[in-house]
């Protein structure tokens, strides 16, 4: 038996190869700190626990898409995803002998900036599919 997911109010749909080439694609990064050095352990071992939260959660909310909405999920993961990236930079920061410096949080930034622009395309499109019923010829 297929499941049905749920469709979204908004352009956010579910998609097999978009939801887990997304999910993959912004996570795996975390696994860096295993190739760095042997100093960033503590990095490693959290790259690794926050890689596998993150995809875990993802992985339940593909299997419960017939009762969540896509957008949801996509920016529940964002989320997740923003205050990992915080954590693992901070991490860096502190464990690397060199001084970073502040331009390393722009990552972070990236990340708060998608969750926004997301919500802002989701927006339009609910506020255009709005209009177009309204514009409908009974």
Do not use: H
């Not at 042997?38 to 993802?58: R, W, Y």
């Not at 990340?111 to 622009?117: K, N």
Request: a neutral charge; hydrophobic letters at 55%.
């Amino acid at each position: 038996m297929k499941k049905e997911a749920l469709i979204g109010k908004g352009r956010y749909q579910w998609n097999t190869l978009g939801w887990f080439g997304a999910l993959i694609g912004s996570t795996l990064w975390m696994l860096v700190p295993l190739l760095i050095d042997e100093k960033f352990i503590a990095a490693s071992v959290t790259g690794i626990v926050l890689f596998l939260m993150i995809n875990s959660l993802g992985l339940y909310f593909w299997v419960c898409r017939d009762k969540l909405e896509p957008f949801f999920a996509i920016q529940s993961i964002l989320i997740m995803i923003f205050f990992a990236t915080f954590l693992l930079v901070a991490l860096f920061e502190i464990l690397s002998d060199e001084n970073i410096g502040i331009q390393i949080y722009s990552v972070v930034l990236m990340v708060a900036f998608m969750l926004g622009m997301f919500n802002l395309i989701e927006r339009e499109a609910i506020k255009n599919k709005k209009s177009d019923k309204s514009n409908e010829v009974w």
